[in-house]
């Protein structure tokens, strides 16, 4: 068959080098280390209000701050209550989806080796102040759904 007649593979895995498993290993652990404090609270395991509250932009403002509710969100997300997290707090619920995303491409990738090549194309299109602008705007939205949710309320 001639090159002008083959069919475009694209190439959809590679195999990943020692460096990226490395690094997937890394953010896997990160991934992890961020949500277990949220699954052991979500457990009844650790009381994970008295380290965060009370919230002072509520008690000042009697309005709930950008991250009011994130939190609780974080802890019915990690207990299972996928949809419950999503009505406490959107973004939360987000955040904590995005998180399980990297945790599963992580894992994938450092203990089975699979390197996914669109990973690399994106990575190399999305700079980092376009994932803080994303983690911002995320944020906001989700403050703004619960001032609505904490205003309908009043």
């Known amino acids: ?63 709930p701050c950008p991250t009011c509710g994130m939190t609780t969100s974080a802890v019915a997300f990690a207990g299972g209550n996928i949809i419950e997290s999503f009505y406490i707090q959107p973004a939360g619920a987000l955040l904590c989806c995005l998180l399980v995303v990297t945790a599963v491409l992580a894992f994938t990738m450092a203990v089975f080796g699979v390197y996914l090549v669109f990973l690399e194309r ?7 102040r376009h994932i803080i602008v994303a983690v911002i705007v995320i944020t906001a939205a989700g403050w703004a759904v619960t001032l609505a949710q904490a205003l309908a309320v009043k």
Request: proline residues 3%; charged residues 15%; hydrophobic residues 50%.
């Open 1 to 63: 068959m001639q090159s002008s007649q083959q069919i475009n593979k694209t190439e959809i895995l590679r195999r990943a080098s020692f460096r990226q498993r490395l690094l997937a290993g890394l953010v896997l652990l990160t991934a992890v280390a961020l949500f277990s404090p949220f699954m052991l609270a979500a457990a009844n395991k650790i009381d994970i209000d008295r380290w965060l509250n009370p919230c002072g932009f509520r008690q000042s403002y009697g309005l």
């Open 122 to 128: 994106l990575f190399s299109q999305v700079k980092v």
